[in-house]
């Protein structure tokens, strides 16, 4: 087997996945923390340490760090969601060690100058505002604030701008230290590497981080809610969505099967009914964000404030008909397209290198993808249709629409058929 895993004695787990046929290895530090670490004065801070990550350290300036990664043709970045951050470098096999060296130095001995610090904070702000002016980023935020209201998982990784411009180094300095700790530590690697020397590189650079696990988030709870937002514009951007389930509920395979069937390509069921055969949308999805104690399920479209009542009771037609009558073709063309979908990233590094980190994280173990396979391999049409059943059960839903107001009330009132369903 190519996947190799070592503990650090803090706690930290060094992974790696060797592909003897690369010549270049895809490399990164993971931290089981994010957003929904942040205590309620803390908000957006994750993504602003993240951005600060790269702009200098006690070694190192700005500058420094992105020219010395390409100038041996590397490339460098980083990552914020609700439960971890990653920071990554692809690299050739030989500078694997100069790759990690950068990794563990902005992770470890951050400068957080002030000027940099301030310029930071007005790049993110730019980037709130650029969220606030695109609707159809913007209604996600707002779906889930409506799920998990004033809650950490609930609220929006960027911050506002009040809060992003009130952080200061002292408190960047302490989240880091409360949060970015050793048992909740992943480097993991993938393509030209190799795993013992890693192992010694990574003991000598991370090593001073702290053995002690960081404080667990309060656990999410799940309440729904209808955020409406009028806004002038050409189309109704509409999320509507139920209680999801945790990567590590039983039922999840089942879940991510049913969001394939309903919305997950150009076969689906939404997209044929309510694309195809109405021509009531140019998009329209479902999907499924599971987290380690929650999920949650939703469909996304765009439409005409004319059409949002027809194309909202449609799609609720069509989950109460996959509840129904979900089909045995269905679920293996499903099922086929997650296949596809997980062994296609398994021939990239950068997406191994991913996988093993986000598993062991969330289970502490390295997961084989034989074992994913069976997983999905084993839901069956009796399975989704339980699983349709068990969303319309739910009877809390979440809808966020964005658009003119005379398109947002059809949209509400199909909230109040989903209570009763």
């Known amino acids: ?110 400068a957080f100058a002030p000027d940099e610090l301030q310029r930071e904070k007005n790049v993110i702000v730019q980037e709130i505002g650029a969220v606030m002016d695109t609707p159809d980023d913007l209604v996600f935020d707002l779906f889930q604030e409506a799920a998990f209201p004033g809650q950490s998982v609930g609220r929006s990784i960027l911050g506002t701008p009040e809060t992003v411009r009130g952080f200061d180094r002292d408190r960047l300095g302490a989240y880091l230290a409360r949060t970015y700790r050793g048992p909740g530590m992943v480097v993991a690697a993938a393509g030209a590497v190799d795993h013992d020397q890693l192992v010694a590189e990574a003991a000598a650079r991370l090593g001073s981080l702290s053995s002690a696990g960081k404080a667990e988030p309060p656990p999410a709870r799940f309440a729904g809610g209808t955020t409406l937002t009028p806004r002038d514009l050409e189309q109704v951007h509409v999320v509507l969505g139920l209680e999801g389930l945790s990567y590590k509920d039983p039922g999840f395979h089942a879940l991510q099967v049913l969001a394939n069937v309903l919305g997950g390509g150009m076969s689906s069921r939404l997209f044929q009914e309510v694309r195809e055969e109405r021509g009531l949308c140019y998009s329209i999805y479902a999907f499924h964000w599971p987290y380690a104690d929650a999920g949650l399920f939703g469909i996304y479209a765009g439409t005409d404030d004319g059409d949002v009542g027809e194309l909202t009771n449609v799609v609720i037609d069509q989950l109460e008909a996959v509840a129904r009558d979900a089909s045995d073709v269905e679920v293996a063309r499903a099922k086929a397209q997650m296949k596809v979908g997980l062994l296609a990233a398994l021939e990239s590094s950068g997406a191994r290198a991913d996988q093993l980190a986000r598993q062991i994280l969330g289970f502490d173990r390295i997961i084989p993808v034989e074992e994913i396979v069976a997983k999905v391999e084993a839901v069956d049409v009796a399975a989704v249709r339980a699983a349709a059943e068990g969303l319309l059960g739910g009877g809390r839903p979440v809808l966020s629409a964005i658009g003119p107001g005379r398109g947002l009330e059809p949209a509400a009132r199909v909230v109040e058929r989903l209570r009763v369903s």
Do not use: C
């Not at 087997?1 to 070592?6: A, E, G, H, N």
């Open 1 to 110: 087997m190519s996947v190799r895993l070592t503990r650090l004695d803090n706690g930290i787990s060094v992974v790696t996945d060797a592909m003897p046929h690369l010549g270049t290895a895809s490399l990164g530090i993971w931290v089981g923390a994010g957003a929904r670490d942040e205590s309620e004065g803390e908000h957006g801070i994750s993504h602003l340490l993240e951005h600060m990550a790269f702009k200098g350290t006690r070694r190192r300036s700005a500058r420094g760090i992105a020219e010395e990664i390409e100038q041996v043709g590397g490339d460098i970045n980083a990552a914020t969601s609700v439960e971890q951050t990653s920071y990554n470098v692809r690299v050739l096999g030989e500078d694997v060690g100069l790759g990690l060296d950068i990794l563990a130095d902005i992770l470890t001995e951050p």
